[in-house]
């Protein structure tokens, strides 16, 4: 009785089916929903392919003026040169002070500047004794351009001030000139470039030194040039 009924159910089934197909068939359902299906997915991008970038070099000719475009093309060509300094015979700065010509530099020779020396080392041995004496050879910085005179360290320990000063130049007719001494530097400062311009000294010369007093120098200079004389 059960298997009866199962069968009869089975058969509803289908005829429900196949009339539902039909209908389906009627209404064109089956092409709509295709249609439909291939309306709303995306087709796919065709891939494209990289064109590899090619960089090509290009000789192009440089555009000249016509009135040079015969002539051949310029060399650049770093040269070197050098030039002589020309120093002026005046010089005068904004306050209208005049400045030393430095062109007329002289320079002593090796023998001259040894013999200036070895004069000064007699004239020192020939001093009195008990005054500390030392012989200076001049050099360019020291009678031109700076004018800056350093002393001997040990001299200037044992004889002369702890802190600046000024100390006395007497030439040898007695004429005094008074000078700044730098303690720490050992040397003559502001008032040396008077001396040495007052009594002509040049490159090569020699100088000896005589101190006479705490802040008093006697000073005697051997001249280069007087080799020439002799």
């Known amino acids: ?19 539902n197909k039909k209908r389906m068939e009627e209404l064109h359902l089956p092409l709509l929903s295709l249609s439909l299906k291939n309306q709303h997915s995306p ?3 065709p891939v494209k392919r990289a064109t590899p970038r090619v960089i090509r070099k290009e000789l192009i000719a440089v555009r000249r003026s016509n009135r040079i475009s015969n002539q051949p093309a310029p060399v650049y060509k770093e040269i070197v040169t ?10 005068r700065n904004m306050n209208g002070i005049s400045k030393r010509d430095l062109s007329n530099r002289v ?17 020192e041995s020939s001093l009195e004794a008990g005054y500390p004496t030392f012989v200076k050879p001049m050099t ?4 031109t351009g700076g004018f800056w005179l350093g002393l001997p360290c040990n001299f200037c320990r044992r004889n002369l001030p702890r ?21 720490r530097k050992n040397g ?22 005589q101190l006479i007093r705490p802040t008093e120098l006697k000073l005697r200079i051997v001249a280069a040039a007087e080799l020439m004389m002799t």
């Open 163 to 183: 802190r600046d000063e000024t100390v006395t130049l007497v030439d040898e007719e007695g004429e005094e000139y008074p000078v700044v001494y730098l303690a």
């Open 140 to 143: 360019q910085s020291h009678v």
């Open 107 to 123: 320079y002593a020779s090796d023998e001259a500047r040894d013999w200036a020396i070895s004069r000064a080392e007699e004239l």
């Open 188 to 209: 003559l400062s502001g008032g040396w470039k008077g001396f040495a311009v007052a009594h002509g000294l040049v490159d090569g010369d020699a100088v000896v030194f």
């Open 82 to 91: 050098f030039e002589r300094t020309e120093f002026p015979r005046r010089v």
């Open 1 to 19: 009785m059960v298997m009866g009924k199962k069968v009869a159910y089975e058969e509803i089934r289908r005829q429900r089916v196949e009339e």
């Open 43 to 45: 087709k796919p991008s």
